[in-house]
């Protein structure tokens, strides 16, 4: 049996959901540093759309931790405390790339989570992370076309 095939056989449960949705709001606790961080030292007449439109997405990161934080705490889990590590550079290209592959990652794991929640039944969180993800990919847009590159496929994390 492959590995793909042995993870199809194990069931998801609700402390499988918590803990992916702790690793979620770490990666949104990231967010909003790197956006904050990021929109206040991007340099440069080229920048300066998109360095106002990420203090907007740092607001936005905070409603999602919010919102993902009530969902470990329905589930009875605790909510964590601790962000992932935040990349910074001297070149903005390096942190608007940093940013570009912190949003893929996130949708790349949200859409796992939306998949696990319906699996629990979970359906108002999966409605819920549905509605972050739609914030998520216009991040990835928004990103990709300050880098003037089409948006990348994110994938779905295994």
Same mark, same amino acid.
């Given at each position: 049996?492959?590995?793909?095939?042995?993870?199809?056989? /194990?069931?998801?449960?609700?402390?499988?959901?918590?803990?992916? +949705?702790?690793?979620?709001?770490?990666?949104?606790? /990231?967010?909003?540093?790197?956006?904050?961080?990021? !929109? /206040?030292?991007?340099?440069?007449?080229?920048?300066?759309?998109?360095?106002?439109?990420?203090?907007?997405? %740092?607001?936005?990161?905070?409603?999602?931790?919010?919102?993902?934080?009530?969902?470990?705490?329905? +589930?009875?889990?605790?909510?964590?405390?601790?962000?992932?590590?935040?990349?910074? !550079?001297? @070149?903005?290209? =390096?942190?608007?790339?940093?940013? +570009?592959? @912190?949003?893929?990652?996130?949708?790349?794991?949200?859409?796992?989570?939306?998949?696990?929640? =319906?699996?629990? @039944?979970?359906?108002?969180?999966?409605?819920?992370?549905? =509605?972050?993800?739609?914030?998520? /990919?216009?991040?990835?847009?928004?990103?990709?076309? %300050?880098?003037?590159?089409?948006?990348?496929?994110?994938?779905?994390?295994?």
């Amino acid at each position: 049996m492959s590995k793909s095939d042995h993870k199809s056989d /194990q069931k998801t449960t609700r402390k499988d959901l918590i803990e992916g +949705l702790n690793e979620d709001l770490s990666r949104e606790y /990231q967010a909003i540093i790197a956006y904050v961080n990021y !929109s /206040q030292v991007l340099k440069g007449a080229q920048y300066m759309n998109i360095a106002d439109e990420l203090a907007v997405h %740092a607001g936005e990161e905070l409603a999602h931790a919010l919102k993902v934080a009530n969902h470990i705490d329905y +589930l009875g889990g605790m909510p964590s405390v601790t962000p992932k590590p935040v990349k910074t !550079s001297d @070149n903005a290209q =390096d942190m608007l790339k940093f940013d +570009l592959e @912190n949003e893929k990652e996130t949708i790349r794991q949200y859409r796992r989570r939306v998949r696990q929640a =319906d699996e629990l @039944n979970e359906f108002a969180i999966a409605e819920s992370l549905r =509605d972050i993800l739609i914030d998520e /990919q216009d991040h990835l847009i928004a990103l990709a076309t %300050a880098l003037g590159i089409d948006p990348p496929d994110a994938g779905i994390a295994d």
